[in-house]
């Protein structure tokens, strides 16, 4: 019980699936849990399994894009006598394709719950832990943030707000007793992968995925040790440290070859698909199976000019 009367607890958003679900089931043992997300269904059948184990849950059943989420989130703890220690923002969406030819609205709305209600959730319980000294926020970010990413142009950029954001409060927290541990995976075995047919991308054959439980024991750990960074897996250490040295010039155009989906239309409306209408060439297409435009493309040989002594 803290000072207040107010009893800790851990709130997990997008604990209904993936790696969210991951983070309540394993939360330390003697917190209240609080799952939240939009499935009813699911979000009461991770509170039973939580249960079972000999924790208390509450469940919150709420869409995170709606107005004023944060204060909705907050006014339950308040309402249930709860004071937030741990807060873990997992809810999260992606959309893969070229920006220019994806709709807007779902673009916008990735950026608002990615960027906009994590930030809303985090400065808004932030002020209680401080005040109790103690307590912190894990945030997902992604591998995804620490590079541009042609073909998912706005979740690269959302994770790279995430990854910024949260190291930036890591320092701005330091001596309060609250810490804030930003988790960058490579590909996690999830909904997110499948749903959107994200998998079937060629990057996702070349890098194997984690599961949700490794992901979210390595988090839990990194948080409970202090740490502003957790990259869990070998692996994505590996893609972490690659992508650290290789020079944009070089890494830009393989991510939008291993990203990109060939059926994607075409931006200008033309009806054909990207590759075809407005894509790389077709010449570079068959000379090197699959292209990758900037990179691999040779220049045609200019005649030597003559020497004129
Ligand atoms: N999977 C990966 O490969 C991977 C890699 C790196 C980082 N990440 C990041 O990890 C986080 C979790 O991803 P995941 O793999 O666990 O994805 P997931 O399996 O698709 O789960 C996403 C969760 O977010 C919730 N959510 C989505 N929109 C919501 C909304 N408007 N309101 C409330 N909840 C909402 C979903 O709840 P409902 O199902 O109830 O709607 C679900 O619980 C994301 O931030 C993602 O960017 C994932």
Known sequence: MSQNGLRPCIVVTGASNGIGQAMAKSAAKGFVVVL???????????AEEIRTEGSETLTLQLDLLADNAARQVKDFL???????????????????????SRPLDAQLRMIDLNVRL?????????PGMVARHGGGVINLGSLAGLIPGPQMAVYYATKSFVSSFSQALYEELRGTGVTVTCVIPGPVDTGFLHGRGIKDLPLFKYMPSLSAEDVAESAWRGFQRGRRMVVPGITSKLAALVMSLVPLRLALPVINQVQTRWADPCPCGSGKTFIRCCGMKSSTRRRFGFGIPGLLERKPKSPKAKRVP
């Not at 994590?118 to 932030?126: A, G, H, Q």
Request: aromatic residues 0%.
């Open 118 to 126: 994590l930030v809303e959730l985090t400065l808004t319980l932030i």
């Open 36 to 46: 939240v997300g939009r499935s009813d269904e699911r979000l009461t059948a991770v």
């Open 78 to 100: 308040d309402a249930n006598g709860l004071a937030c220690h741990v807060l873990v923002n997992s809810a999260g969406q992606g959309l893969q394709g070229l920006a220019a």
